[in-house]
């Protein structure tokens, strides 16, 4: 019997960081209401979303079988949550925000399959060095910040702000593969499978 999987997220990156896993999959974006609710936590607003975006898709793709995977990253400062810029000006604002201090990136992970979805979170702790307002400009006028959590993309140009990383580099990207095979792994798909 043939399983497919499913991304279900219209994140470049994240299929991206899916193909390096080495298996065939579907993409198929959902869209869903992403406003954090009132004193939401960073952890339960990440694992709900991811949650929701994997039901939905698991629901929407329509067969029994498939395997859906969803994904959800915000940036955390100081217990808030930072989410995508909505113009330059905010993309600014929130890069002054990270310059020289450590923040968490948050990532929930999850995975619809039959018999219901398993949900794992994700944190990686990153620290800015100081960010001259020269590059922060330049930075912004790019329009690297403008679809990412926290305003900046670390495998872009925005690589050059990060002094040090603790955790996942691909959960900060948007999807931490070591969850994400285990979570494969769990439901009877072995990634290692698709390996030779
Ligand atoms: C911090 C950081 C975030 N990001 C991205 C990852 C996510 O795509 C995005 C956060 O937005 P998300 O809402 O997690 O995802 P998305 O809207 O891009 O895609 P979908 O909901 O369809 O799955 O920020 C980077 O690409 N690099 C980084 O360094």
């Known amino acids: ?9 219209a994140s470049p990156r994240r299929a991206e960081l899916l193909r390096q896993l080495g298996l065939s999959f579907e993409i198929l974006p959902v869209d869903i209401d992403e406003s954090p609710h ?3 936590l960073p952890a339960d ?19 029994r079988e498939a395997l859906v995977l969803g994904s959800d990253t915000t940036v955390v400062l100081d217990g808030q949550i930072l989410g995508k810029p909505a113009d330059e000006a905010e993309a ?9 201090r450590e923040h968490q ?4 992970v999850a995975l619809a399959v039959e018999s219901g979805v398993e949900v794992r979170v994700s944190v990686t702790e990153v620290r800015f ?11 912004c006028a790019t329009g690297e910040p403008m679809d990412k959590a926290g305003a ?16 996942s580099y691909s959960a900060v ?24």
Not at 92 to 100: A, H, K, N, Q
Not at 152 to 167: H, K, P
């Open 129 to 139: 060095r100081a960010l001259d307002p020269r590059e922060v400009d330049a930075y």
């Open 92 to 100: 600014r604002g929130l890069l002054g925000l990270l310059s020289g």
């Open 1 to 9: 019997m043939t399983r497919d999987v499913i991304l279900a997220s």
């Open 38 to 40: 009132i004193g939401e």
């Open 105 to 108: 990136v948050v990532t929930g």
């Open 173 to 196: 990207v948007g999807l931490p593969l070591d969850i994400t095979a285990s979570l494969l792994a769990d439901a009877g798909l072995p990634v290692w499978d698709y390996w030779n």
């Open 45 to 63: 607003y990440v694992h709900r979303l991811a949650m929701e975006k994997a039901l939905t898709g698991y629901q929407r793709h329509g067969r």
């Open 152 to 167: 900046y993309g670390i495998q872009g140009r925005g690589g050059a702000f990060v002094a040090s990383l603790r955790g």
